[in-house]
Each structure stands twice: as structure tokens, then as C-alpha cells.
């Protein structure tokens, strides 16, 4: 009970949170200049087809019924007028029945682009494993190297290598990740291409005429190395804080004076309870890198949810926008609260309550 009051409540305040995040996003999206029905009905069009689109998104409403309008369609409960027309629009399941209108459950419907008339739910599930791997291979980068190098730092404090993997990792968290993204676009993908056999663009997979589609995985090597030196900075500087405050415990003294080799010492003693902190930061890191790879991918030209967010910010698109906007604040609620839990399965002195 205790576990699932405590999922209850977290889920709540992630609702809080996505209610919070839409209702900023489309009041800032409206005061923008532009004109979604021409984008839908074309400059051409005559003006029952506009009036047609206008009364059908709702634009003909005064801005607050909009943003309700907006809210019954993206909920999963809502309430809807009970026509062959909405259920072909919103596939949905009849929980009670209300004359005209009926009381619904539905998965959350965000509208279609103005830009492609497709399906908001389809452009982003396509996009959306582009932006996965991206992520992933960066928190893999950041993880492995990040803790290598806290350990290396930690061994021999104060020592040349320890300064400067420090400088290195400070310098990591000071430059902005879209700035590194374009030094190691020029430098790895342009000026030294032929020696590292890398480019400025490209994609995971690649569809070649006679052998058709291509995993190409160093294509994914230089957004992920641009997206994970952040993390990784962080990492290296946890790693090696947690890791001198752990060598200096009577534990690991003990073990020295059993006569275990260091390689055991820092491997099965230090090592292992050093990475908690190392873990958790890693765990709530993914959320951020998801969010944090739109400009990434809008330099390297990556397929994923950056590319086609910026995307339809130039054009204006606003249901793109706002689905998109809400699709990775869901994946921030969803990983913060798995990474309270993780907490809980990692240290036993935190507790649900």
C-alpha cells in the first residue's frame, strides 16, 4: 500500500507538472504571429474552407475555451459529443452515456500538424527512437568514461592527472553543449574526416540501393559524444568526491590490512558503494539528455524529437510543438519517479515515506 501511495502521489504531481507545462506553452504559442488555417487550407483557398478549418480546431473560441478544448483532447478522460465522426477521430471507449454527450476513455489525442496534416502521435513515435539511441549512447559515453576517469582521479589526488581531469571536467560543465556539438562537428566531422572516417551528418540507419538498409553506428558517434560531455564532467567529479570520501573509511583500512591487493580494495570495496550516488545521478541524467539533444540533433542534422520540434517552431506548427513539448515532460515525470525508486532499492536508509 505504502508503494502504491507513493506512485499515486508522485503520478499526481506529474500531472500538476504536465498541466503546468501546457497551459505555458500554448499561451506563449498564441501570442505569435501566424496563421495555422492557411497553413491547412493553403493561400488559395476560398473562405467556407477557412471558416470550415477555423470552427474545426476550435480558433473561432475565445483563448481560455481553446486551452479547454485543447485539455479535453489531450486527457485521457474527456468529453466528447457522441458522433460516428469523433469516434472515428478519437477511438474511443464509452464509460457512461449522457444523451448527446458521453463520457470517454481514449488514448490522448494530440491533433494532427499543420505543416503535414499526419498524425502528432506518429510523427513524434517515429522520431522518437532516433532521440532514444542518441540519448542512450551519450549516458553510455558519460557513464563508462565519466567513472573511469573519477576513479583514475581519485587514486592519485592532487597529482598532475588528478588536476587535470578536474580542469577538464570543469571546462566540460562550462561550455554549452550546442557550442561543443559544433567545435566537434568542424573538427572530427570536417577538417580531420578523412583521418577519422567521420562526417558532419547522418543518420542510424542509411538505405544503400543494392544492399538496402544500413546500421551505420558511427554516424551516431560525435552527437553522442557532444550530447554526453556534460554528464560525463558531472560523473568525473562525483565519482572522484565519492570515491575519496569512501578510500578514507575504516572498512577500506581493514581491508588493507587483511592483505588484499588494491585492485580488490578499490573493486569489490571502495568501488561498489561509491557508485550509488554515481547511479542516481546517471538514472536522472537520461530525462535531461532527451531534452537536451534538440540542438544537437538540429546541427548534426539527426533524425529525432529535436530535429522535428525546431522544425515545426519555424513553421509554426503548433500541435507538433505542444505534443512534443508534452511528450518529453511525460518522459521527465516517468524517469524522476523511477529514479526516486531507485534510490530506494540502492540505499537502504531512504524510505517511500
Given at each position: 500500500?505504502?508503494?502504491?501511495?507513493?506512485?499515486?502521489?508522485?503520478?499526481?504531481h506529474?500531472?500538476?507538472?504536465?498541466?503546468?507545462?501546457?497551459?505555458?506553452?500554448?499561451?506563449?504559442?498564441?501570442?505569435?504571429?501566424?496563421?495555422?488555417?492557411?497553413?491547412?487550407?493553403?493561400?488559395?483557398?476560398?473562405?467556407?474552407?477557412?471558416?470550415?478549418?477555423?470552427?474545426?480546431?476550435?480558433?473561432?473560441?475565445?483563448?481560455?475555451?481553446?486551452?479547454?478544448?485543447?485539455?479535453?483532447?489531450v486527457?485521457?478522460?474527456?468529453?466528447?459529443?457522441?458522433?460516428?465522426?469523433?469516434?472515428?477521430?478519437?477511438?474511443?471507449?464509452?464509460?457512461?452515456?449522457?444523451?448527446?454527450?458521453?463520457?470517454?476513455?481514449?488514448?490522448?489525442?494530440?491533433?494532427?500538424?499543420?505543416?503535414?496534416?499526419?498524425?502528432?502521435?506518429?510523427?513524434?513515435?517515429?522520431?522518437?527512437?532516433?532521440?532514444?539511441?542518441?540519448?542512450?549512447?551519450?549516458?553510455?559515453?558519460?557513464?563508462?568514461?565519466?567513472?573511469?576517469?573519477?576513479?583514475?582521479?581519485?587514486?592519485?589526488?592532487?597529482?598532475?592527472?588528478?588536476?587535470?581531469?578536474?580542469?577538464?571536467?570543469?571546462?566540460?560543465?562550462?561550455?554549452?553543449?550546442?557550442?561543443?556539438?559544433?567545435?566537434i562537428?568542424?573538427?572530427?566531422?570536417?577538417?580531420?574526416?578523412?583521418?577519422?572516417?567521420?562526417?558532419?551528418?547522418?543518420?542510424?540507419?542509411?538505405?544503400?540501393?543494392?544492399?538496402?538498409?544500413?546500421l551505420m553506428?558511427?554516424?551516431?558517434?560525435?552527437?553522442?559524444?557532444?550530447?554526453?560531455?556534460?554528464?560525463?564532467?558531472?560523473?568525473?567529479?562525483?565519482?572522484?568526491?565519492?570515491?575519496?570520501?569512501?578510500?578514507s573509511?575504516?572498512?577500506?583500512?581493514?581491508?588493507?590490512?587483511?592483505?588484499?591487493?588494491?585492485?580488490?580494495?578499490?573493486?569489490?570495496?571502495?568501488?561498489?558503494?561509491?557508485?550509488?550516488?554515481?547511479?542516481?545521478?546517471?538514472?536522472?541524467?537520461?530525462?535531461?539528455?532527451?531534452?537536451?539533444?534538440?540542438?544537437?540533433?538540429?546541427?548534426?542534422?539527426?533524425?529525432?524529437?529535436?530535429?522535428?520540434?525546431?522544425?515545426?517552431?519555424q513553421?509554426?506548427?503548433?500541435?507538433?510543438?505542444?505534443?512534443?513539448?508534452?511528450?518529453?515532460?511525460?518522459?521527465?515525470?516517468?524517469?524522476?519517479?523511477?529514479?526516486?525508486?531507485?534510490?530506494?532499492?540502492?540505499?537502504?536508509?531512504?524510505?517511500?515515506?
Amino acid at each position: 500500500m505504502k508503494f502504491l501511495g507513493f506512485i499515486l502521489s508522485r503520478l499526481g504531481h506529474g500531472l500538476l507538472i504536465l498541466l503546468g507545462v501546457l497551459v505555458a506553452v500554448f499561451f506563449l504559442f498564441n501570442v505569435l504571429p501566424g496563421d495555422p488555417v492557411a497553413l491547412l487550407a493553403g493561400q488559395r483557398s476560398d473562405l467556407s474552407t477557412r471558416d470550415a478549418i477555423t470552427k474545426e480546431l476550435g480558433l473561432d473560441k475565445p483563448l481560455p475555451a481553446q486551452l479547454l478544448y485543447y485539455v479535453n483532447d489531450v486527457s485521457p478522460v474527456s468529453v466528447h459529443e457522441n458522433t460516428e465522426a469523433n469516434q472515428l477521430k478519437y477511438e474511443y471507449s464509452t464509460i457512461a452515456d449522457f444523451g448527446g454527450d458521453v463520457l470517454v476513455w481514449k488514448t490522448p489525442y494530440l491533433r494532427r500538424s499543420f505543416q503535414s496534416n499526419k498524425s502528432v502521435t506518429d510523427i513524434l513515435l517515429d522520431h522518437f527512437t532516433g532521440t532514444l539511441w542518441l540519448a542512450l549512447a551519450a549516458m553510455l559515453i558519460a557513464t563508462v568514461f565519466g567513472i573511469l576517469f573519477g576513479v583514475l582521479a581519485s587514486l592519485r589526488p592532487h597529482s598532475w592527472l588528478d588536476h587535470t581531469l578536474v580542469t577538464g571536467s570543469v571546462l566540460g560543465i562550462s561550455v554549452p553543449s550546442f557550442v561543443a556539438a559544433i567545435l566537434i562537428a568542424i573538427t572530427f566531422g570536417f577538417y580531420w574526416s578523412s583521418w577519422t572516417g567521420l562526417s558532419l551528418t547522418g543518420q542510424l540507419y542509411e538505405i544503400d540501393p543494392f544492399t538496402g538498409k544500413q546500421l551505420m553506428l558511427r554516424n551516431l558517434l560525435l552527437p553522442a559524444v557532444a550530447l554526453g560531455i556534460r554528464p560525463l564532467a558531472v560523473i568525473v567529479q562525483l565519482t572522484r568526491s565519492s570515491m575519496l570520501d569512501v578510500m578514507s573509511q575504516d572498512y577500506i583500512r581493514t581491508a588493507r590490512a587483511k592483505g588484499l591487493s588494491r585492485y580488490h580494495v578499490i573493486a569489490d570495496h571502495a568501488l561498489k558503494n561509491a557508485l550509488n550516488p554515481v547511479v542516481t545521478a546517471a538514472s536522472g541524467w537520461m530525462a535531461s539528455l532527451m531534452a537536451g539533444a534538440f540542438f544537437i540533433e538540429y546541427i548534426f542534422n539527426w533524425k529525432g524529437l529535436g530535429a522535428v520540434t525546431i522544425q515545426g517552431v519555424q513553421n509554426l506548427d503548433f500541435p507538433l510543438v505542444m505534443g512534443a513539448t508534452l511528450f518529453v515532460a511525460f518522459l521527465f515525470v516517468l524517469i524522476n519517479i523511477f529514479v526516486d525508486l531507485l534510490y530506494v532499492a540502492l540505499d537502504p536508509r531512504v524510505k517511500l515515506d
